[in-house]
């Protein structure tokens, strides 16, 4: 249907499993209540939404082999550079930024932010990239759960793009029910190069959260 279009990804990084359980208990609230809440009925009425509940499976799956019990603490995708180094963050791995000037990446391997060799040089990245070109998504929603905050742009360099005061607007809407704080990464978080949100933002004009 020609409706807007919202993606949802979850588990960019591999220790964050949280992310993808909160993608499927959305996924469960809409379907259990559509045509009964409002809200709910709503969404499911008037958007296309798109889920990708698990973006990095195999370092998920590295996570929960080797620690069964949970508490899975490995970040990053499993890409082996055959020196006993291991993955790509796949969060630092999106053109935008890639290399930025002001940190937020690492070009070391063994770092747990290591930006990989090019961007897009991950098949995880290199597939919702394509799958996003194939769409025409206003908004993107990639969930983490490092802690307690709505992130926009930027994340790649300090300030803020020239629709801040658009982003200002929704993230007050966002947070009204749980009153976390919202605002770009790179005040309330860190430095944070090649992201799935800043990217999504420049390249397609996407709300990027």
Not at 63 to 89: E, H, Q
Not at 91 to 109: F, H, I, L
Not at 113 to 141: L, M
Not at 153 to 158: I, Y
Request: some cysteine; glycine content about 10%.
């Amino acid at each position: 249907e020609s409706e807007p279009e919202v993606l949802f990804d979850a588990m960019h990084h591999a220790r964050e499993p949280l992310s993808m359980e909160a993608t499927l208990v959305f996924m469960e609230w809409l379907v259990t209540n559509y045509g009964s809440d409002p809200e709910a009925t709503f969404l499911v009425n008037e958007r296309e939404l798109y889920f990708v509940p698990c973006l990095n499976p195999d370092g998920y799956e590295y996570n929960r082999t080797t620690s069964p019990g949970g508490g899975g603490l490995w970040r990053k995708n499993r890409r082996d550079y055959g020196d006993g180094t291991f993955g790509v963050d796949l969060n630092r791995n999106y053109a935008t930024g890639w290399s930025a000037p002001n940190g937020g990446s690492s070009a070391v391997t063994s770092s747990e932010t290591y930006r990989g060799a090019a961007p897009f040089s991950e098949p995880e990245t290199t597939a919702i990239e394509a799958f996003a070109q194939s769409r025409q998504f206003v908004t993107v929603f990639s969930t983490h759960t490092y802690q307690d905050v709505l992130l926009r742009p930027w994340g790649w360099q300090p300030g803020n793009p020239a629709n801040a005061a658009d982003y200002d607007t929704l993230g007050s809407y966002y947070v009204q029910e749980n009153g976390i704080q919202h605002g770009s990464t790179s005040a309330l978080l860190y430095i944070a190069s090649g992201s799935a949100v800043d990217h999504h933002h420049t390249v397609r004009g996407a709300y990027g959260w």
